[in-house]
């Protein structure tokens, strides 16, 4: 069975749990303390040595690591990766410009800001730049979305739900939504799929971290 290393506060996580349940994949669900660094462990790190959530085994010692990465596996061959060639390819322009461009900035902030992190007086100004930034990538995204109802093609695609993933709960981190009428149409349109879940939704078998890293297989 599929196995998803995740926490709950995080988009990137959410993006996997989002698409596994789509897909109506079982998987094994591992819950992760990031506070508590339970990633930075010899243990885990053995699995995955950038130290990061998500983390899907796909088989015992086989792991994909980066969010976008696991999307474009679970993908494959499924209505959320188009058949054209250039549509592909514009997917892959959105994942690749998530995750340079939105992710580093909008996901960043929620974070500083939902996990109480210590606002030194050199991340005072960051957050000011990464609201700049931040709200920079929501116009462009706007302007994307105006007359349209998917990043790609006429269906909701894995470039959508890269994106959704850190735009819905971007209030949280300070990013007002008022202004991007056409991101709000998106965002409403995309809630409203079959079997949507919320980021906040525990699914998949719970499996505890010990279980989880006492049964994978050692190099």
């Known amino acids: 069975m599929l196995r ?4 709950l506060s995080s988009g990137n996580g959410y993006k996997c749990r989002w698409l596994l349940t789509q897909l109506g994949l079982p998987f094994e669900r591992v819950e992760m ?4 660094a339970e990633t930075r ?14 983390l899907l085994r796909l088989a015992p010692g086989d792991f994909l690591s980066e969010s976008n990465a696991i999307l474009r596996w679970l993908a494959e061959d ?7 060639r250039r549509d592909k390819a514009a997917v892959l322009q959105w994942l690749f410009w998530e995750q340079y461009s939105h992710e580093p900035n909008i996901a960043t902030a929620r974070f500083w800001i939902t996990h109480k992190v210590a606002m030194d007086p050199e991340r005072i ?25 998917w990043f790609v093609g006429q269906k909701a695609t894995i470039a959508d739900l890269a994106l959704y993933a850190y735009t819905h709960v971007a209030e949280e981190g300070g990013f007002d939504l008022a202004s991007y009428p056409a991101i709000r149409d998106w965002l409403d349109r995309f809630a ?8 906040t939704d525990a699914v998949g078998t719970p499996v505890s ?10 190099a």
């Open 78 to 84: 499924t209505s959320f990766w188009p058949d054209n």
């Open 41 to 54: 462990t010899e243990a885990f790190l053995a699995l995955n040595p950038n130290g990061r959530i998500p």
């Open 125 to 149: 100004h960051a957050l000011i730049v990464k609201r700049e930034n931040g709200h920079a990538a929501l116009k462009l995204m706007e302007r994307h979305l105006t007359g349209r109802d």
């Open 209 to 218: 971290l010990a279980d989880a890293l006492s049964s994978e297989p050692r």
């Open 192 to 199: 409203a799929r079959p079997n949507h879940i919320k980021i």
């Open 33 to 36: 303390d990031i506070d508590a």
């Open 4 to 7: 998803l290393y995740d926490n």
